[in-house]
């Protein structure tokens, strides 16, 4: 708390102070932040690194007028840049022999540059820094107990994040990389990488990131990819099992219709494996009985042209009793209703109008959408109740 005179010889009393300002920064209010600044940081102050966190914030979103106001004396911007993910400023921390003196903050700056997708020269440059290792990578025991491996990890997973092959395949066949391999192989973490390149659609670093076998679970990635749409890793991860001859530990088919991935689904009914016999190796991907439970869910919750294609494709499949489904939401699309009015006119009946009312009246489904048009239609199928109004 501050006091400052005013224009007309008042004492005002002041109650802000850093976390009021690292707020308004944070929600991207710089001009409040500058006049914050302007009116509540004394010069004594600046030395007491009461606004590091401010200062570093500002240089990470590119104000840098901010962190040459807000800079205490003797300090140099590079003293808040460790984290810093602007390409610019990681260029002057090379330039300036930064990252030659701070190994960490080297490792830091390859994370960062990894998560561009782009600048795989300037992450040479920087690695190079520091090779050949000094450390034995055989020693390495965990992936926290190494800043070079966990910071390789997390540039890795940046990269496969963000989509570029060629800083993903040189992090993944560098020493460090090779060593970083083994570790998360050992605490089963090797399908995180694929995993996030398949839920972005990264099918070339997905690819590639098979046939480097890094991992011998595909279930995780597999599972992201289709939740995701992603038909072109589902592709590639579906042709994995099918090669290795093993199984998913669910049903690819029923996910695919649970998360209204259309696209999926027809891949994955059409789909006829190369291998032999492989219908009877695979059968949880291949046979059309594994869609039955996401018929019902689907048929119950949309999206429409998911269950419009199902139900054309697996009629023997069509839900007899609706109600019987276990966790899946309500009807509370009008689309859906019609639908099941048209295919399933035996099953609409007032305790099914009932249930459907009662789910959106508790979910609270009213407030998002008008809706009197659905609890019209409802209490001309038997619910009883003035659905007209919500509580």
Same mark, same amino acid.
């Given at each position: 708390?501050?006091r400052?005179d005013d224009?007309d010889?008042?004492?005002?009393?002041?109650?802000?102070?850093k976390s009021?300002?690292?707020?308004a920064?944070?929600?991207?209010h710089y001009?409040?932040?500058r006049?914050?600044?302007?009116?509540?940081?004394e010069?004594?102050?600046?030395?007491?690194?009461?606004?590091?966190?401010?200062?570093?914030?500002?240089l990470?979103?590119?104000?840098d007028?901010?962190?040459?106001?807000?800079l205490?004396?003797?300090?140099?911007?590079?003293?808040?840049?460790?984290?810093?993910?602007?390409?610019?400023v990681?260029?002057?921390?090379l330039?300036?022999?930064?990252?030659h003196?701070d190994?960490?903050?080297?490792?830091?700056a390859?994370?960062?540059?990894?998560?561009?997708?782009?600048?795989?020269?300037?992450?040479?440059?920087?690695?190079?820094?520091?090779?050949?290792?000094?450390?034995?990578?055989?020693k390495?025991?965990?992936i926290?107990s190494?800043?070079?491996v966990w910071?390789?990890?997390?540039?890795?997973g940046?990269?496969?994040?963000?989509?570029?092959?060629a800083?993903v395949?040189w992090?993944?066949?560098?020493?460090?990389?090779?060593?970083?391999?083994e570790?998360?192989?050992?605490?089963?973490?090797?399908?995180?990488l &694929?995993?996030? $390149? /398949?839920?972005h +659609?990264?099918?070339?670093? *997905?690819q590639? !990131?098979?046939?480097? #076998?890094?991992t011998?679970?595909?279930n995780g990635p597999?599972?992201?990819?289709?939740?995701n749409g992603?038909?072109?890793?589902v592709?590639?991860l579906?042709?994995?099992f099918v090669?290795e001859e093993?199984?998913?530990?669910?049903?690819? &088919?029923?996910? $695919? /219709?649970?998360? +209204?991935?259309?696209?999926? *689904?027809?891949? !994955?009914?059409n789909? #006829?494996?190369?291998?032999?016999?492989?219908?009877?190796?695979?059968?949880?991907?291949?046979?059309?009985?594994?869609?039955?439970?996401a018929v019902?869910?689907v048929?119950?919750?949309?999206?429409?042209?998911?269950?419009?294609?199902?139900?054309?494709?697996?009629?023997?499949?069509?839900?007899?009793?609706?109600?019987?489904v276990?966790?899946?939401s309500?009807?509370?699309?009008?689309?859906?209703?019609?639908?099941?009015d048209?295919?399933?006119?035996?099953?609409?009946?007032?305790?099914?109008?009932?249930?459907v009312?009662?789910?959106?009246?508790e979910?609270?489904?009213?407030?998002?959408k008008?809706?009197d048009?659905?609890f019209?239609?409802?209490?001309?199928?038997?619910?009883?109740?003035?659905t007209?109004q919500t509580n």
């Amino acid at each position: 708390m501050n006091r400052k005179d005013d224009p007309d010889g008042a004492e005002i009393e002041r109650c802000w102070g850093k976390s009021t300002v690292l707020f308004a920064a944070r929600s991207g209010h710089y001009e409040m932040v500058r006049w914050l600044c302007e009116n509540t940081l004394e010069e004594e102050e600046k030395g007491q690194g009461t606004y590091d966190d401010i200062i570093e914030h500002a240089l990470n979103i590119g104000d840098d007028d901010l962190v040459k106001f807000m800079l205490p004396p003797g300090k140099c911007v590079l003293d808040y840049a460790e984290d810093c993910p602007r390409v610019e400023v990681i260029e002057l921390m090379l330039a300036c022999g930064y990252l030659h003196r701070d190994a960490k903050a080297a490792m830091k700056a390859i994370a960062h540059l990894a998560g561009s997708g782009e600048y795989l020269e300037l992450m040479q440059q920087i690695a190079q820094l520091h090779s050949p290792l000094r450390e034995d990578c055989s020693k390495w025991i965990h992936i926290s107990s190494n800043y070079w491996v966990w910071w390789w990890y997390a540039a890795s997973g940046n990269a496969c994040t963000r989509g570029g092959l060629a800083p993903v395949q040189w992090l993944i066949e560098h020493p460090i990389g090779i060593g970083m391999c083994e570790l998360i192989k050992y605490y089963r973490k090797s399908s995180d990488l &694929i995993r996030d $390149a /398949a839920w972005h +659609g990264h099918w070339n670093i *997905v690819q590639y !990131l098979c046939q480097q #076998k890094i991992t011998e679970d595909y279930n995780g990635p597999l599972q992201y990819a289709i939740s995701n749409g992603q038909l072109e890793c589902v592709e590639i991860l579906i042709q994995q099992f099918v090669h290795e001859e093993r199984q998913p530990m669910f049903s690819p &088919i029923e996910l $695919a /219709a649970k998360y +209204g991935r259309l696209e999926v *689904v027809r891949f !994955l009914d059409n789909c #006829k494996p190369q291998a032999p016999l492989a219908d009877q190796r695979h059968p949880d991907i291949f046979a059309r009985q594994a869609c039955a439970a996401a018929v019902k869910q689907v048929f119950r919750s949309g999206p429409l042209r998911v269950a419009s294609w199902l139900r054309t494709h697996f009629p023997e499949l069509s839900p007899v009793d609706i109600n019987d489904v276990e966790d899946t939401s309500r009807v509370d699309e009008f689309e859906m209703l019609l639908f099941l009015d048209a295919h399933c006119p035996q099953r609409i009946d007032r305790v099914f109008a009932e249930d459907v009312r009662r789910f959106i009246l508790e979910h609270g489904v009213s407030w998002k959408k008008p809706i009197d048009h659905m609890f019209n239609w409802l209490k001309a199928k038997g619910a009883t109740e003035d659905t007209s109004q919500t509580n």
